[in-house]
């Protein structure tokens, strides 16, 4: 069995769920999405850790006078994270089949599209293909919005179509450039295939403008500051189940670009810039709590905390070490298990208080509602990363790589305990809200949810799970980078890529001579 299977038959799935009637097709596309899933998962168990290299390797030649092929693989850095996107795509069908929606069968065209474009960024080992992917994966998100949205949906989609389409436009400039100017340089023909560019060094000035495209691009996409301009408008007016997969995957695939791509193929310019990234992360992380603080819409409080994550996600990728590395990797996959059933829950605290998110409406909801109450206090407890949950072992990771800033992003630990407690006390405790109807939550919405949150126990009983998966391929990663710091990597991480002590140096310092 071939990725190209996996990548594509949520596509498949959603086409022949299309051509059922309306009021099944909902229900055909929810329990079609459990077979991309049963796949993946079957990838994660074959999965040999502490191999090095791509495993379940597809390598086609697509485009051959441009050297651009159609290659697809996994290893420590995107199987979790593979098995991370089915899992949130089924868990968002499933929420999404109880409901009605206009035009259900485009509706899950779209997001059958979304899942298998998100498959296909994740498992692609060529540059342009994986821009092609990430571009695409954006697509089914302005009609889901646009369509499906509430509020001012127009507002919102305008500026994600404007802030996507700039960094979009960035990313694609630097990869041509990135294939063109390593050929240049090298004397070879053309190629966009990552593990070919990696041993085709450029030059620190290129590196230099073409690190900065990629930058944009995916910052926009994670969100960060100053690039977070669509955030609020986007994620308030997104349906529930597209932002719950946008919030936990889509941003995923950018911060796994800074990895895949950038740390590997422009060394010199990630360790150039590497205070300007811990910077940008730490900013992050300190806006973002403070609005936490104050907002009282529950759905912009979830917002909020996903980008003081993706800072300290950031933290963990630009340490350039692979302790930080893999807090980030597993903070990647901890972080998308929570703010998922976070956003169903608030839904559900929504429907229980007339449809408003404001968190001043609502109060003692827990009264009839123990499972409900219950199922957000494990998810809240994971989000402010309580010490023996899954997301304390990511964070921890991320801290124990770069001291003197992670001294200073503490305060976004402290301050997600607050907000974070501060929205389940006001919706399950104290009075009852004026339009308040405490209920227990409904086995539908607990199909959706109840999954995810065993999950999240699971990695909090055992993180090892995914740190075991990711060491070997993080190590090989950050080498290039260490290199250029001036720390010797881990030598079985050079032994295990197959590249000697002597040309891994050659090739990840040469430009240093060559600037």
Same mark, same amino acid.
């Given at each position: 069995?071939?990725?190209?299977? +996996?990548?594509?038959?949520?596509?498949?799935?959603?086409?022949?769920?299309?051509?059922?009637?309306?009021?099944?097709?909902?229900?055909?596309?929810?329990?079609?999405?459990?077979?991309?899933?049963?796949?993946?998962?079957?990838?994660?168990?074959?999965?040999?850790?502490?191999?090095?290299?791509?495993?379940?390797?597809?390598?086609?030649?697509?485009?051959?006078?441009?050297?651009?092929?159609?290659?697809?693989?996994?290893?420590?850095?995107?199987?979790?994270?593979?098995?991370?996107?089915?899992?949130?795509?089924?868990?968002?069908?499933?929420?999404?089949?109880?409901?009605?929606?206009?035009?259900?069968?485009?509706?899950?065209?779209?997001?059958?599209?979304?899942?298998?474009?998100?498959?296909?960024?994740?498992?692609?080992?060529?540059?342009?293909?994986?821009?092609?992917?990430?571009?695409?994966?954006?697509?089914?998100?302005?009609?889901?919005?646009?369509?499906?949205?509430?509020?001012?949906?127009?507002?919102?989609?305008?500026?994600?179509?404007?802030?996507?389409?700039?960094?979009?436009?960035?990313?694609?400039?630097?990869?041509?450039?990135?294939?063109?100017?390593?050929?240049?340089?090298?004397?070879?023909?053309?190629?966009?295939?990552?593990?070919?560019?990696?041993?085709?060094?450029?030059?620190?000035?290129?590196?230099?403008?073409?690190? +900065?495209?990629?930058?944009?691009?995916?910052?926009?996409?994670?969100?960060?500051?100053?690039?977070?301009?669509?955030?609020?408008?986007?994620?308030?007016?997104?349906?529930?189940?597209?932002?719950?997969?946008?919030?936990?995957?889509?941003?995923?695939?950018?911060?796994?670009?800074?990895?895949?791509?950038?740390?590997?193929?422009?060394?010199?310019?990630?360790?150039?810039?590497?205070?300007?990234?811990?910077?940008?992360?730490?900013?992050?992380?300190?806006?973002?709590?403070?609005?936490?603080?104050?907002?009282?819409?529950?759905?912009?409080?979830?917002?909020?905390?996903?980008?003081?994550?993706?800072?300290?996600?950031?933290?963990?990728?630009?340490?350039?070490?692979?302790?930080?590395?893999?807090?980030?990797?597993?903070?990647?996959?901890?972080?998308?298990?929570?703010?998922?059933?976070?956003?169903?829950?608030?839904?559900?605290?929504?429907?229980?208080?007339?449809?408003?998110?404001?968190?001043?409406?609502?109060?003692?909801?827990?009264?009839?509602?123990?499972?409900?109450?219950?199922?957000?206090?494990?998810?809240?407890?994971?989000?402010?990363?309580?010490?023996?949950?899954?997301?304390?072992?990511?964070?921890?990771?991320?801290?124990?790589?770069?001291?003197?800033?992670?001294?200073?992003?503490?305060?976004?630990?402290?301050?997600?305990?607050?907000?974070?407690?501060?929205?389940?006390?006001?919706?399950?405790?104290?009075?009852?809200?004026?339009?308040?109807?405490?209920?227990?939550?409904?086995?539908?919405?607990?199909?959706?949810?109840?999954?995810?949150?065993?999950?999240?126990?699971?990695?909090?009983?055992?993180?090892?799970?995914?740190?075991?998966?990711?060491?070997?391929?993080?190590?090989?990663?950050?080498?290039?980078?260490?290199?250029?710091?001036?720390?010797?990597?881990?030598?079985?991480?050079?032994?295990?890529?197959?590249?000697?002590?002597?040309?891994?140096?050659?090739?990840?310092?040469?430009?240093?001579?060559?600037?």
């Amino acid at each position: 069995m071939t990725l190209s299977i +996996l990548i594509w038959l949520p596509l498949v799935i959603a086409l022949l769920a299309a051509a059922l009637p309306d009021h099944l097709t909902g229900r055909a596309a929810a329990i079609g999405s459990l077979i991309p899933l049963g796949i993946a998962i079957s990838y994660l168990a074959r999965f040999k850790t502490g191999q090095p290299g791509l495993q379940f390797v597809t390598d086609h030649t697509w485009i051959g006078a441009f050297g651009i092929h159609y290659k697809l693989g996994l290893d420590g850095l995107n199987v979790a994270l593979v098995v991370l996107a089915t899992v949130l795509f089924t868990a968002s069908m499933v929420w999404a089949a109880s409901r009605e929606w206009e035009r259900p069968r485009l509706f899950y065209f779209f997001f059958g599209l979304a899942e298998s474009a998100v498959l296909g960024a994740f498992c692609a080992q060529d540059l342009f293909l994986f821009v092609a992917l990430f571009d695409l994966m954006l697509i089914p998100f302005y009609f889901l919005t646009g369509i499906w949205g509430s509020g001012d949906r127009v507002r919102a989609t305008t500026k994600l179509v404007v802030y996507t389409l700039v960094g979009s436009f960035f990313m694609l400039v630097a990869a041509i450039a990135t294939a063109v100017l390593a050929s240049d340089a090298n004397g070879t023909p053309i190629t966009f295939v990552l593990s070919s560019l990696q041993h085709l060094p450029l030059s620190h000035a290129s590196q230099d403008w073409i690190f +900065l495209c990629f930058a944009v691009a995916f910052l926009v996409k994670m969100p960060l500051v100053p690039f977070h301009g669509w955030l609020a408008d986007g994620y308030r007016s997104m349906p529930i189940p597209a932002v719950a997969v946008f919030s936990g995957v889509l941003s995923k695939v950018a911060a796994y670009g800074f990895l895949r791509i950038v740390l590997p193929l422009f060394p010199y310019a990630s360790v150039h810039y590497q205070t300007l990234m811990l910077l940008i992360a730490l900013w992050s992380i300190l806006w973002a709590t403070s609005l936490a603080f104050t907002t009282t819409n529950a759905r912009l409080v979830v917002a909020y905390s996903s980008v003081a994550q993706l800072g300290f996600i950031t933290l963990g990728i630009f340490s350039l070490r692979p302790q930080g590395g893999q807090g980030a990797l597993l903070q990647m996959v901890n972080h998308g298990l929570v703010t998922a059933p976070l956003f169903f829950i608030v839904a559900a605290l929504a429907v229980r208080c007339g449809g408003s998110e404001d968190i001043r409406e609502m109060g003692g909801l827990a009264f009839r509602a123990p499972v409900l109450a219950t199922l957000f206090l494990i998810v809240a407890l994971a989000n402010l990363a309580m010490p023996g949950s899954s997301n304390f072992a990511g964070e921890f990771g991320v801290f124990k790589a770069k001291e003197a800033i992670a001294v200073i992003a503490f305060a976004g630990v402290v301050g997600a305990a607050v907000y974070s407690l501060r929205v389940y006390i006001r919706t399950m405790h104290n009075r009852v809200g004026p339009r308040a109807q405490s209920r227990e939550i409904s086995w539908r919405d607990g199909l959706a949810i109840v999954p995810v949150v065993v999950v999240i126990l699971a990695l909090a009983l055992y993180p090892q799970f995914g740190l075991k998966r990711s060491q070997s391929s993080l190590q090989t990663t950050m080498a290039p980078a260490e290199l250029q710091e001036g720390v010797q990597p881990a030598t079985a991480a050079l032994a295990a890529a197959g590249t000697p002590r002597l040309v891994a140096r050659r090739v990840y310092t040469y430009p240093a001579a060559t600037p």
